[in-house]
DNA sequence: GCATATTGAGTTTTTTGCGATTTAATCGTG
DNA sequence: CACGATTAAATCGCAAAAAACTCAATATGC
């Protein structure tokens, strides 16, 4: 009983370990043609989703800390897909905005998705019941990892 | 339909990498007690599995190249925990194997699957199925990209 | 038996990511 | 208003990951 939950906890991690491994490769080749790399277009969708959003709140989104977007946030400033100005009426902020030729690159990106749909091999229903499934295995661990810090200390 | 494609795959490979992520840092408090990191654990999880491989085969079965594993190994090797030995018969090989401090440390890893279970927040039913879609999602991004090198190469 | 191809690791460099700390701006309270 | 507390982002230092490339050992073809 203990050992089949050792493998089947450690499989499961594993399994995401390699998916998104998986996935990475994928995208590589098409990415490479942007010039953008995984997390960077990450960065992207979100904004051509909204645009002009803080850093503060692209981390939320992203789960990433100021420490880790800032220097990629400056890579894609200095490809010229976005610009980053400090907010007018609250200048601890910092505004990032899409340039023409960030809004430009959403047209080439927009092959991306059905590449991917091909190459999962599933049918549109399976990817939205497993794309649920695993948000919900994300928030979970989330919420336990809050929890945890908030009982332990 | 375009659109709907849109979303549903970009979010899918989100899904899974901030799933990833997610249990990254669930596992980060227990592993840190260990001196291991989340790949470095991999990695001790295959050899307790089979001692004695070599690091390409390390790599087949974590999908990794010897470029990351390299580096990584010299510091489980720096730890203490394996030895690294070129192969008598075939010098081109490096045989990865445990020490004894490296198959002592399984006892005190016993409890992180059952806490991975228990952050989960899911049924071993649940978990089962979601590793066996996951991981079946994984070969197909896979072995799609192995198709893509023969005929576009 | 020798030249060439292939294989297996290692090296180098860039990006990612986090924690701790720092700086600057804003908010609250007296 | 002024003081300290809080917030937002940036910076620094570090470990890790991935890709491109190099190097050495073995295998293969002639």
Known sequence: MADEQLTLGRFLCFAIYSANHAFNRVYKPLLDKLGLTYPQYLVM???WEDDDQTVGRIGERLYLESSTLTPLLKRLE??????????????RQVRVRLTDSGRQ???????LPGCIIEASGLGIEKLQQLQGD????????????QDDEASGK
Chains 1, 2 share one sequence.
């Open 45 to 47: 969708v979100i904004l």
């Open 78 to 91: 200095a490809a010229g897909y976005l610009r980053r100005e400090r907010d007018m009426s609250d200048e």
């Open 105 to 111: 690159l959403r047209g080439q990106a927009a092959v």
């Open 134 to 145: 695993v948000s919900r295995l994300r928030d979970a661990l989330m919420t336990f990892g």
